[in-house]
């Protein structure tokens, strides 16, 4: 609340723009532009990389495609060939035969958008060598890359690899402040001067310019300088709630899949079914999600502790009771 402002429309606000040089330097990357949201964040990375007609390489479970109403063929006019793969991460082998020939009756396959940690395929770390292939075969190529790091500071703090290592293989890369950070909101864009003044442009389009931004700006400055080593405290209570519930009849999950902050459970259809199981823990007060498959997905962050995990397992346990 006390956070200095000025009209960050006019690149004006101390606090914002010593978020974005922050963060920037962070990633090793020359500008930063702080956004509303991590969709705000994916689609101006992806809008200031490409044109319209030309189209994008991505898993089919990751959030640029699945979970951002159609965005970049609505803004951008950019098509999405996506890959199937069990566990959610690629290869350059998965994609090497999906670029299009360059030829006119085809869409130009001009970049590739990978996500870490995965959200839909649980929490997972994207290992830093199949990272590093894809961008060199990549940069071979003249594809750009976009990086959905919506919880890449959950990603560094499991792996012990700093920002600024991830940073080095994308074009542009987004980063949430207010999913395991606990800030209320905000997420950044970090890039080269060129494409973040083309997003700056594009944020202005989409109506993202805020005003006084300082004071959202504050939080995630507040956010990345305490909470980001604390994360280690979510993974380990992610860990705890995995154990708890493996013990549970009637639901299951791959423990060795736990290596951040999120916990998707499996539920026996033959036992019970996830979205009446979702409503009850709803009604003790305990917020998770679901997914296809009778899956629920339940994710810890900083306003969770040891006895809220407790009272998840042992609810979830008199749940499951026949
Ligand atoms: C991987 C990933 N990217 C982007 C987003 C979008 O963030 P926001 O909800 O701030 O738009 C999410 C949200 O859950 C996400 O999980």
Known sequence: MKAKVGDDVFGEDPTVNELQKQMAENLG?????????????????????????DE??????????????????RLWGVTTRTIEKEEGFLDVEDLQNKVRPLDSHYAKTSIISLENTLNRMGGRVYPLDKIKKIAFWARNNGLKMHLDGARLFNASIASDIPLKEWGKYFDTISVCFSKGLGAPLG?????????????????????????????????????????????????????????SIMEIDGL?????????????????PK???????????????????????????????LDVDENDIQKVSSTLLDLMKP
């Not at 994008?56 to 063929?73: I, M, P």
């Not at 700056?200 to 805020?210: A, Y």
Request: hydrophobic residues 45%.
């Open 29 to 53: 990357k020359e500008d930063a532009l702080f956004v509303p949201s991590g969709t705000m964040a994916n689609q101006l990375g992806i809008g200031s990389l490409t044109q319209p007609g």
């Open 56 to 73: 994008l390489l991505c898993h089919s479970s990751y959030h640029v495609f699945q979970w951002e109403g159609g965005g970049l063929a």
């Open 187 to 243: 997420s950044i864009l970090v890039g080269s001067k060129v494409e973040i003044e083309k997003a700056h442009r594009l944020r202005k389009v989409m109506g993202g310019g805020m005003r006084q931004a300082g004071v959202a700006a504050a939080a995630a400055l507040y956010a990345i300088n305490n909470n980001v080593e604390r994360l280690k405290i979510d993974h380990a209570n992610a860990r705890i709630l995995a154990n």
């Open 252 to 268: 299951d999950l791959e423990f060795s899949k736990i290596e951040t902050n999120i916990v998707w459970i499996k539920v026996d």
């Open 271 to 301: 036992k019970a079914k996830a979205p009446e199981l979702i409503k009850s823990l709803k009604d003790k007060g305990i917020l998770v999600t679901g997914g296809p498959d009778n899956l629920i997905r339940a994710v810890t962050h």
